[in-house]
Structures are given as C-alpha cells and as structure tokens.
C-alpha cells in the first residue's frame, strides 16, 4: 500500500533530479510554470524507478525551445504541431508540451490539437487519475485534480472523465487500461471495465500497429496475464485477437479436456518464470511470450471427440502455427518475430515423443537443427507447457527434459551441432558427381545431410563414398 510520507518524500527526490532542476530554474527565470507529469510521478509515488522524463508548462512551443536551447545538447520540433519540443538535457531525453485542452471528432484518434490555460485542464484530459498527477517545480507541489492519489492506494485504475467519453476519444485507452492493470498490478474500476465492454468495437479505428505497439508492451511486464484477463472479460481481445477468447472451450460433465484457456496462462507465467531463472536480468523475451500464450490455438480448431469418449486435436501445432502467422502479419508484426512464434508454436510438441521413448542420436540432431537459433526459447516452451498436478508425471516430463538438454550439451561439444551442414558442399557435389547446378544438386545436399543427422560425422572420403552409392541407385 502507498504510504503519502515515503511518497511525498520520493517526490521531493524527484525534484532534486539534476534534469529536473536544470529545466525548473530555466523555466522560472523566463517566468513560465513547469512541472513533471504522468507516468514518473505515479512511479515516485509507488516507489518504482523513474525515467522517461516529460513535461507540461504554459509557455508556448517557441518559448519552449527558446528556454531549453541553452540548457541542452540537442533539440528537436517534430511534435511542435503538438505543442511538444524535445531535447537532450544531461544525456537523457525529455519532453516538454504545452499545456492542452483537446478535442476528439469520433472517428479517428486524432485530436482537434487546442492549447490550453491552465495545469488543471491538460491533466484532466488524460487516460487515468493515476496518470494525472504532475509534479510542479521548483515548488514541488504535487497538482492531483482528480484523486490519482487516491486511486494508486486503492490499486485502481479509472478515468478521470466518464469513461464512455475518454474511450470514446481516444479507444486506445481501453488497451492501455489492460497494459496499465498488468504493469501496476491494480485492478480496472467497475465503470471503467463496463465502458470498455460496451465501446469495444470502437477499437476499429486504431491501427493495428498502434495495437500491436500496446500488445507488445503488455507482453513486456512482469504479470501480463492480469492484462490479458481484462481484455478478455471485457470482450476487447475479440477486436485483435478472437483466437484466445475461442480457447475457453466448454468443460463438459465427463472433463472430456482440460481448460485450454487457463492452461496456456500459467503456460505463459511459467515461460516467465523460466526466463528470469535462467536468464536472471534479461530483457523480456516477447516472442516466447507471444508463442506460450497461442501455443494451443489451434486446438479448438483440431477438436474431435473419439469412440469412447476420447477429445484429440491432433495436428493443432501445425494448424496453429498457420493461425498465429496470420494473426501477427494481420498485427503488423515484423517478419523475425512472426517466424519465431510460429516455429516455436510448430515444434512445442516436438519433445513428448522422447518422453515416451528415448531419441537416437539422430532425432537428437534433427531436434536441434529445426529449432536452429529459437532453440532455447523452445527448451523453455516445452518445460512451461507441462502443466499437470500429477506430481509424479510432472517429474518424469521434467527429468526427460534434462536428459535431453544433457544430450544436446554432449553433442554439441562433440560435433559442432549448432552449425550441422553437409561434409561436401554444392561445389565438391557437383564435381564428385559430374553434374551441372540445378534441382540434382539440391538432392544429394539432403541426402548428405539426412546422412549427417542420422549417423554424425563421418569424415569427407566415407561422405564421398557413399555419395557416389546413393547416385548409382538412383540409376
């Protein structure tokens, strides 16, 4: 819970920020208000790290850039139609927007750009209370109209207008309601989550960029799955992303399957868990997290009920490997991370069969080589995805996992395993076999690298030979 004496304390620390002084005793001398806003004073408060420094104030943008000119390194106007300058101020970036007074049209989420007159105005038009606190300086005087204080001890998020107005102006905000919920770990005001279920199809007018921009940075918290429940109760997911709330197949009286929905989000929060455990400090991993929540997609696609009352979904890690591809290229997803996902989601189940049965050597490669570089994200996938309480299965999955990342280990040392290719490349091919480039040559390269994964490194003259045996069978 906020306790107001540490809070108003980091506050005062806040102030004390060596960029925050530089710019208050700027703006001071040229007779101009200035104070710090949204989201580093709500993380002052909280306790958390600040950073991201912006800024709100009543002098002009030319008066802006005319005041931070000689306290910064660089400065830039991009956002001057805006009302914003930026600059480099002590090696760190900030922002500076004069105060506004916005009005929306309803059709787009581009705002009629109106300045305006007073601190008050320009915070009451923002997203949450939370985010509409400011800070002013040199004074230190925390400007909280509509009981953001209030709200960060209660751990709620709402609008400081009805919401129904403030999503009707700008439907980002439903998203953001869901990112803030999972980044906060506060929970979305009755009013607020009702707004967002009611103006749900509005989101139609935000790019699916500006989406995915807000998807991603939910992806990127420490609890994303407190997010993706809003999203999912409020019905907003349906908009861009319908497959998940299609996940919550009916649990018939004979439990016939397990809750695929609930599954795939501890599968996600224990893809977390292993991240941070075996790569203490890293940055969130965004495709593995994207990929442990639509592993199982496809299932109620692949859905069948067989004699004896037996559900299968077979092949549904193909089938949803197809369905994530489209889904993150409708998202705007750059290609790298789309091909990751889906891979990753193709190979998830990859791994059972050696549970059941102890690999070669060669399934061992073959495993390793269609994961290629996504190969640790795939060790962490499959461990996630074994959800049992069966403590005596969940052992046994987890023990067959060591023993295969063990193997992995072994072979790598022995044979280079991240790099396996052909003994003979597509020159020496073409010489051994006194054939021209083409569609031949492409064959024997399979040939001698199915040969490779089958039976390991066998030296260029056995290659060589055996080679020259395959292309004689062929006749």
């Given at each position: 819970m906020l306790n107001m004496a540490d809070g108003l304390?980091?506050?005062?620390?806040?102030?004390?920020?060596?960029?925050?002084?530089?710019?208050?005793?700027?703006?001071?001398?040229?007779?101009?208000?200035?104070?710090?806003?949204?989201?580093?004073?709500?993380?002052?408060?909280?306790?958390?790290?600040?950073?991201?420094?912006?800024f709100t104030t009543n002098a002009s943008p030319d008066d802006i850039l005319r005041i931070v000119t000689?306290?910064?390194?660089?400065?830039?106007?991009?956002?001057?139609?805006?009302?914003?300058?930026?600059?480099?101020v002590q090696r760190e970036q900030v922002e500076i927007t004069t105060y506004r007074a916005d009005s929306?049209?309803?059709?787009?989420?581009?705002?009629?750009?109106?300045?305006?007159?007073t601190i008050d105005g320009d915070l009451v038009r923002r997203d949450f209370t939370v985010n509409s606190m400011a800070l002013q300086v040199p004074a230190v005087k925390l400007v909280d109209p509509t009981g953001g204080v209030e709200d960060l001890i209660a751990g709620v998020l709402r609008t400081p207008a009805d919401p129904r107005v403030s999503f009707g102006d700008d439907p980002l905000r439903m998203l953001r309601a869901a990112r803030f919920s999972a980044q906060l770990g506060f929970r979305v005001e009755e009013a607020t989550a009702e707004a967002i279920a009611e103006l749900r199809e509005t989101l139609k007018i935000v790019s699916p960029e500006r989406i995915q921009s807000e998807l991603v940075r939910l992806m990127q918290t420490d609890d994303p799955v407190r997010g993706i429940r809003v999203l999912v109760d409020t019905g907003l997911i349906d908009e861009f992303l319908p497959e998940i709330t299609?996940?919550?197949?009916?649990?018939?009286?004979?439990?016939?399957?397990?809750?695929?929905?609930?599954?795939?989000?501890?599968?996600?929060?224990?893809?977390?868990?292993?991240?941070?455990?075996r790569h203490p400090g890293a940055?969130?991993?965004?495709?593995?997290?994207?990929?442990?929540?639509?592993?199982?997609?496809?299932?109620?696609?692949?859905?069948?009920?067989?004699?004896?009352?037996?559900?299968?979904?077979?092949?549904?890690?193909?089938v949803g490997a197809r369905m994530a591809r489209k889904r993150l290229q409708a998202l705007r997803f750059d290609t790298e991370t789309t091909n990751a996902v889906a891979t990753l989601i193709e190979l998830h189940l990859r791994f059972f069969g050696y549970a059941e049965g102890a690999w070669?050597?060669?399934?061992?490669?073959?495993?390793?080589?269609?994961?290629?570089?996504?190969?640790?994200?795939?060790?962490?996938?499959?461990?996630?995805?074994?959800?049992?309480?069966?403590?005596?299965?969940a052992g046994r999955l987890a023990a067959a996992y060591d023993d295969i990342e063990s193997r992995i280990a072994a072979l790598r040392e022995q044979e280079e395993l991240d790099s396996i290719r052909p003994e003979l490349d597509g020159n020496r091919i073409q010489q051994v076999l006194g054939i021209s480039p083409g569609r031949e040559v492409g064959e024997a390269y399979k040939f001698l690298l199915d040969l490779r994964l089958d039976e390991g490194v066998l030296g260029e003259d056995v290659a060589e030979q055996r080679l020259r045996e395959w292309w004689a069978a062929r006749g």
């Open positions: 304390a980091r506050l005062g620390a806040l102030a004390e920020n060596p960029v925050v002084r530089t710019l208050a005793a700027a703006f001071e001398q040229a007779g101009f208000d200035l104070a710090v806003v949204g989201g580093p004073v709500r993380d002052a408060l909280l306790g958390r790290d600040t950073h991201d420094l912006d000689p306290v910064s390194t660089a400065q830039w106007d991009i956002g001057r139609a805006f009302g914003t300058i930026g600059a480099r929306y049209d309803g059709v787009t989420r581009k705002p009629t750009v109106e300045f305006g007159d299609e996940l919550r197949l009916e649990v018939d009286e004979h439990h016939h399957h397990k809750d695929v929905y609930e599954h795939s989000l501890t599968v996600l929060s224990q893809a977390i868990e292993l991240e941070h455990s940055a969130p991993d965004v495709p593995l997290r994207i990929a442990a929540l639509l592993h199982d997609i496809g299932k109620p696609r692949t859905r069948k009920l067989e004699a004896g009352g037996v559900v299968t979904f077979h092949h549904h890690d193909v070669t050597d060669a399934a061992v490669r073959r495993y390793v080589r269609d994961a290629g570089d996504l190969l640790e994200r795939l060790h962490i996938l499959t461990r996630a995805d074994v959800t049992t309480r069966n403590k005596r299965k």
